[in-house]
């Protein structure tokens, strides 16, 4: 186990680090099953609710889950070092603020980009077969008969694939694509992707001629100022009929309304939505009237959600932590402040399958 002595520390940049009572260790902002720790050998510390802020700021290390950190949290007097964000996204952390602080943030989106995959495709193949509306179909069987087409079915198979951000998901969701024998894969990006474009036959396009030759796209882009609101009402239009928008990025990547507008003129288009603008959903939200097509699907920003994926995640962010103190290094970096990159000792497949394992002992405890 890691071992949790009190160091000082002085620090370059704006970042004001106090010299003592620093522990050269990890906090997490919420409880980690202590099999889960023990199975990478550090020790954490945890808090979690009002104050855990002031208890993190303490520590080398803090990994933070969805809680916010501010500009005027990271100007405030501490030891932080590293910031993990133990998700795939970290809109929630003022990264340039940490850069100017000299704290290096990183993410870990390994294992949460199998399990967005896989929500991906579930809602590509929900909305292709009109799922959502299935329920409703068999309760109401006896009174208007066998449904037929009413729900429109459409197959997946030999759709043209557009890729909106071409990353980890893009790469996850294309290995479970792929056995559909796509017609042609298209993808926009800030930057060519040879991977893609050779295992694939992909090429990249603009954004106008992504939306309007493409049967199924899908938007795994991060929000950043360069994504906020880049997909318009104009590009949903664009698309072909029956084809399928899928959003596991972020809401914030499209213009304010323009889901539910292209919805409301063009019926046939199919909408996958599970992020959204403003989270959570408040009552009375337009984003609701898209459950009034039988082949839309909304979901509540639980695409990276799994029980493995839960604990495989948690498993890296702890490793990232015991990397950085043990050999200074980071495998993920975010910020510019980082130290030198070195790879995960675990790939994502080994990583789930050491969570079942947890996840087996932990059920058996509980039993």
């Given at each position: 186990m890691l071992k949790l002595p009190v160091f000082s520390l002085t620090v370059r940049g704006g970042y004001r680090v106090v010299n003592e009572g620093c522990v050269r260790g990890v906090f997490s902002s919420r409880e980690i099953p202590d099999r889960v720790s023990k199975a990478v050998g550090v020790s954490v510390v945890s808090k979690s609710g009002p104050g855990w802020w002031e208890e993190a700021r303490k520590y080398r290390v803090v990994i933070v889950w969805f809680e916010k950190v501010t500009s005027q949290m990271l100007s405030a007097p501490g030891c932080i070092r590293l910031l993990i964000a133990r998700s795939s996204g970290y809109d929630h952390i003022d990264v340039e603020a940490a850069e100017r602080a000299g704290v290096c943030v990183v993410n870990q989106p390994e294992i949460i980009a199998e399990s967005v995959a896989e929500h991906a495709l579930a809602g590509i193949l929900a909305a292709a077969r009109g799922l959502p509306g299935a329920l409703r179909e068999t309760l109401s069987w006896a009174e208007r008969g066998w449904p037929g087409l009413r729900l429109r079915p459409i197959l997946v198979h030999g759709r043209r694939i557009g890729l909106l951000g071409a990353g980890r998901i893009a790469a996850a969701l294309m290995r479970r694509l792929t056995p559909f024998q796509p017609r042609r894969v298209l993808y926009y990006s800030r930057t060519r992707k040879p991977w893609l474009e050779h295992n694939y036959r992909a090429r990249p396009a603009t954004l106008e001629e992504l939306f309007r030759e493409s049967d199924i796209v899908v938007n795994s882009l991060p929000l950043s100022r360069e994504t906020k609101e880049l997909v318009r009402l104009h590009h949903l239009l664009s698309m072909p009929k029956n084809a399928i928008y899928v959003n596991v990025g972020r809401g914030g990547t499209e213009e304010p309304g323009a889901v539910c507008e292209a919805s409301r003129i063009r019926p046939d288009l199919r909408i996958v939505a599970d992020v959204h603008p403003r989270e959570p959903l408040p009552p009375g939200s337009k984003r609701f009237t898209l459950t009034e097509k039988p082949w839309?699907?909304?979901?509540?920003?639980?695409?990276?959600?799994?029980?493995?994926?839960?604990?495989?995640?948690?498993?890296?962010?702890?490793?990232?932590?015991?990397?950085?103190?043990?050999?200074?290094?980071?495998?993920?970096?975010?910020?510019?402040?980082?130290?030198?990159?070195?790879?995960?000792?675990?790939?994502?497949?080994?990583?789930?399958?050491?969570?079942?394992?947890?996840?087996?002992?932990?059920?058996?405890?509980?039993?």
């Open positions: 839309n699907v909304l979901t509540p920003h639980m695409a990276g959600a799994s029980l493995e994926s839960s604990i495989a995640t948690t498993l890296l962010a702890l490793l990232q932590a015991r990397d950085y103190l043990e050999r200074n290094c980071v495998w993920n970096p975010i910020t510019r402040v980082c130290p030198k990159p070195c790879g995960p000792p675990y790939g994502p497949l080994d990583a789930i399958e050491m969570a079942r394992k947890i996840l087996e002992e932990l059920e058996e405890n509980e039993l």
